[in-house]
């Protein structure tokens, strides 16, 4: 089984428009199971959701081939019928894209099944016999202990043989010669740069969430099992829909409009209070605008619906797109083209509202629809609308840590993009809100750091926080579940002054 899965990965590997099947396999299951039980994986098992998803398909396989390895002891047909039969479940599940080509999908269940029956084959032949044979004369080894070497010698080289596909098909798939397409992009200077950051935007105090999240600690959530390769010099982006004059860019001509710099704090609507589904990062791009008025909108288009080259897709409405300067394709994110994880080469940025019904990774259109077509997450019991809630969390000290006593500090950050923050409130165990020190504010849309010093004294003491945003809207101290539109209530961390 591990040669078949291997096998079908490399495959996939060498034919550049090939599917896995394992990833086709997990698409499947992730578009079949309910919402219940895809928000409680996110919720549980937050950005490990997919490693656990694909290495239980490979530890299902597995189990399956052990299976067929005990009946081809006595039924070879059947057990080779099994890995057929098995081949044939991903092949499906990859046809059902329409997007994959019919050819190159059976290419690679073909193999796979061929190369897994031709190793049953060879085990079988190999295995140990049943019966006991003559006792060998002194000094010679017996003959089952020759079989028992030559069926391990042989599972050995073929597991080896198994896993070396897999790993090769994996390093084919294109990732090392995106990185080398990324690194050669030279960025244009934005039409309007972000301003420089102002003296006190940033506080120094150890442990606190940066101003800006390095590219390779920002949140990931999204729905792709495998990052999409894209590459920049076939990508287009279509603009299409209820619009007058529809058009398509390329690459080059995308990086040839006029582009902005913005710094946005993003947001995961399955991000717990006090979680750290949360980023923030100076974006660069074309404003959503430009293209809306080339592209003409007609009256009665309500609704932006961006559509990934996976075929995810996320809606809001186009009065945001319209409204909010900062909503934008972005095409880099800290001064780099967007990193492949990120959505490379194109997405969707838009200040204020979750990535849920926004954030579209690796863009391929943006179409625009009536209210009524609903993004993916929406059937899954998701808002159709998603504004990022107002919200502080509380980084310094850390939940469940141990302080000495004295001085210390308590800090965090806190975020509502399009509106500011514009106070943050402690309370430590019963005691009264007192106001901690805000950094200076970079953006409306961008998350404040904020201070407050404590004498912390010995005993177990019970911390929160409420932020106050740009309107005058309070933190509510409500809880509530992370869906439909994301949690509420005040973060709380719990620590020990003294030993």
């Known amino acids: 089984m591990a040669v078949a899965l291997g096998v079908a990965e490399l495959t996939a ?31 549980t098992l937050g950005t490990a959701d997919k490693p656990v998803l694909l290495g239980g398909i490979v530890l299902v396989s597995i189990l399956l081939g052990a299976a067929l390895g005990v009946l081809a002891r006595r039924r070879f047909v059947p057990a080779a019928a099994g890995i057929a039969l098995f081949a044939g479940l991903g092949t499906a599940a990859a046809l059902a894209d329409a997007r994959n080509a019919l050819g190159l999908t059976l290419l690679v269940g073909v193999l796979g099944a061929a190369a897994g029956t031709g190793v049953l084959y060879v085990l079988a032949v190999a295995m140990p016999r049943r019966a006991e044979p003559p006792a060998p004369v002194r000094g010679e080894t017996p003959l089952s202990a020759l079989d028992r070497r030559r069926f391990l010698a042989v599972t050995a080289g073929t597991t080896l043989l198994g896993v070396l596909a897999g790993v090769g098909g994996y390093l084919l798939s294109g990732r090392e010669r995106l990185d080398d397409l990324r690194a050669a992009i030279r960025l244009p200077a934005p039409a309007r740069p972000a301003g420089p950051v102002p003296p006190g935007a940033e506080l120094d105090v150890p442990g ?24 920049p010099g076939t990508w287009r982006l279509e603009v299409r829909g209820m619009v007058d004059e529809p058009f398509t860019l390329t690459y080059a001509e995308l990086m040839e409009l006029p582009q902005i710099e913005a710094d946005v704090t993003l947001a995961c609507v399955s991000n717990e209070v006090g979680g750290d589904l949360v980023g923030n990062a100076r974006w660069q791009g074309v404003p959503l605008k430009a293209l809306l008025d080339r592209a003409r909108v007609q009256r009665g288009a309500t609704q932006l619906l961006g559509r990934s080259v996976d075929g995810f897709t996320a809606g809001f409405p186009v009065l945001t797109a319209l409204d909010v300067e900062e909503a934008m394709v972005a095409v880099a994110m800290n001064g780099e083209p967007l990193p492949a994880d990120h959505g490379f080469p194109a997405r969707l940025v838009v200040p204020g509202l979750y990535g849920y019904v926004s954030a579209t990774k690796w863009l391929s259109a943006i179409e625009l629809t009536g209210w009524d077509v609903d993004g993916y997450w929406i059937p899954r019991g998701w808002a159709k609308e998603g504004p990022i809630k107002t919200q502080a969390r509380i980084d310094v000290p850390r939940a469940g840590g141990t302080v000495a006593p004295g001085r210390r500090p308590i800090a965090g950050v806190a975020w509502a993009p399009t509106r500011g923050i514009e106070r943050v409130e402690v309370r430590i165990d019963d005691g009264p809100w007192r106001e901690a020190e805000l950094a200076e504010s970079l953006d409306v849309d961008c998350w404040r750091q904020w201070y407050l010093p404590w004498e912390a004294t010995a005993g177990r003491h019970r911390i929160a926080a409420r932020a106050t945003d740009g309107r005058g809207e309070v933190q509510t101290d409500q809880r509530t579940p992370v869906a439909p539109d994301g949690a509420s209530g005040y973060p709380v961390v719990e620590v020990v002054v003294g030993s």
Do not use: K
């Open 13 to 43: 590997g060498l034919l550049a428009r090939a599917p896995s099947l394992v990833i086709a396999v997990g698409d499947t299951v992730v578009d079949s199971v309910p919402g219940w039980l895809e928000r409680w994986a996110i919720a």
């Open 208 to 231: 606190l969430t940066p101003l800006f999240t390095p590219n390779e600690d920002f949140y990931r959530i999204d729905t792709a099992l495998r990052v999409p390769v894209v590459d």
